[in-house]
């Protein structure tokens, strides 16, 4: 066996220990922890937050080279998973020529390691591959919702500009209005202004609030689980394909296969104990256990 081979498969060993991953995401919320602090003015007196900077920096790369050292002999397979790619991304952009002393990028790039919070968490990592699934057809319900605001946003400008210009005195005008009134916060006094002008300006807030409120809201809802559930699906793929003892079957498929098995054996051994009419109460001894056998 070769020195690669032995450091690989210490190194995978030490990724997939419970230790390693509890390790990690303490340090990310240690370095969490640590930019809260510097929002602080207390923050320039103390000296030594430079070095923890630096000291969470060599924890994080070093993890990064585990985790690459585990795939052995094809790091490359590093990179073919996103949340690797991503974590790459955070830990390296520090490391860019011209990102030093305090600036907003570098500060964006230290906040981004708490989202490294994500990969460590299922349920956590099903949600953003929701969402990000999601974005397809969030792109048609956007496309929809800004037809709604258009035509709502036109119908209130003509409607209102001269008794409300504050509220719909334009199109941007208009357009702000109905968004705030998606939180329904605004309903009242919107509607008994439409009132004090005319009875029909009720049909006007009424038909947006089903069609908006209503509707295009229950619609993107629709969408959202829709792709949660294709999310869990997919994590759930993923985990069946997991073949670690490489006997050619996944092992959630093997664990499966061996409680099917002994399921099977139980009822053949209650089945024989019915047969050979065998009394399982511990208390008698053993020879008076069988009867007529």
């Given at each position: 066996?070769s020195d690669l081979t032995r450091v690989a498969r210490r190194c995978s060993r030490?990724?997939?220990?419970?230790?390693?991953?509890?390790?990690?995401?303490?340090?990310?919320?240690?370095?969490?922890?640590?930019?809260?602090?510097?929002?602080?003015?207390?923050?320039?007196?103390?000296?030594?937050?430079?070095?923890?900077?630096?000291?969470?920096?060599?924890?994080?790369?070093?993890?990064?080279?585990?985790?690459?050292?585990?795939?052995?002999?094809?790091?490359?397979?590093?990179?073919?998973?996103?949340?690797?790619?991503?974590?790459?991304?955070?830990?390296?952009?520090?490391?860019?020529?011209?990102?030093?002393?305090?600036?907003?990028?570098?500060?964006?790039?230290?906040?981004?390691?708490?989202?490294?919070?994500?990969?460590?968490?299922?349920?956590?990592?099903?949600?953003?591959?929701?969402?990000?699934?999601?974005?397809?057809?969030?792109?048609?319900?956007?496309?929809?919702?800004?037809?709604?605001?258009?035509?709502?946003?036109?119908?209130?400008?003509?409607?209102?500009?001269?008794?409300?210009?504050?509220?719909?005195?334009?199109?941007?005008?208009?357009?702000?209005?109905?968004?705030?009134?998606?939180?329904?916060?605004?309903?009242?006094?919107?509607?008994?202004?439409?009132?004090?002008m005319s009875p029909w300006t009720l049909v006007y807030?009424?038909?947006?609030?089903?069609?908006?409120?209503?509707?295009?809201?229950?619609?993107?809802?629709?969408?959202?689980?829709?792709?949660?559930?294709?999310?869990?699906?997919?994590?759930?793929?993923?985990?069946?394909?997991?073949?670690?003892?490489?006997?050619?079957?996944?092992?959630?498929?093997?664990?499966?296969?061996?409680?099917?098995?002994?399921?099977?054996?139980?009822?053949?051994?209650?089945?024989?104990?019915?047969?050979?009419?065998?009394?399982?109460?511990?208390?008698?001894?053993?020879?008076?256990?069988?009867?007529?056998?």
């Amino acid at each position: 066996m070769s020195d690669l081979t032995r450091v690989a498969r210490r190194c995978s060993r030490i990724v997939d220990s419970r230790a390693f991953e509890v390790t990690i995401v303490v340090m990310i919320g240690l370095n969490a922890v640590l930019l809260c602090v510097e929002t602080y003015p207390v923050a320039e007196r103390i000296a030594y937050l430079h070095w923890l900077e630096w000291f969470f920096r060599v924890v994080f790369v070093t993890e990064i080279a585990i985790r690459i050292l585990a795939y052995g002999r094809r790091p490359q397979d590093f990179f073919k998973h996103g949340w690797n790619v991503f974590d790459f991304v955070v830990i390296a952009a520090v490391f860019i020529p011209g990102l030093h002393g305090d600036t907003a990028a570098l500060r964006i790039i230290r906040m981004a390691r708490v989202v490294r919070l994500v990969r460590f968490s299922p349920g956590l990592r099903t949600i953003v591959t929701a969402l990000l699934r999601s974005l397809p057809g969030v792109g048609g319900f956007l496309a929809l919702a800004l037809v709604t605001f258009y035509v709502y946003g036109m119908t209130g400008w003509l409607i209102f500009k001269d008794a409300y210009p504050e509220e719909y005195g334009t199109i941007g005008r208009a357009v702000v209005t109905l968004f705030v009134l998606l939180s329904l916060e605004t309903l009242p006094d919107l509607i008994q202004q439409g009132l004090d002008m005319s009875p029909w300006t009720l049909v006007y807030y009424v038909s947006y609030v089903l069609l908006t409120v209503n509707l295009l809201l229950n619609i993107l809802i629709a969408v959202i689980v829709n792709s949660m559930e294709e999310a869990r699906r997919l994590e759930m793929t993923e985990s069946l394909a997991v073949d670690e003892d490489h006997d050619g079957v996944p092992d959630n498929i093997d664990r499966i296969q061996i409680s099917q098995r002994l399921d099977d054996l139980r009822s053949m051994i209650t089945e024989l104990e019915r047969d050979l009419r065998i009394d399982r109460d511990p208390r008698r001894p053993r020879a008076q256990s069988f009867k007529d056998v």
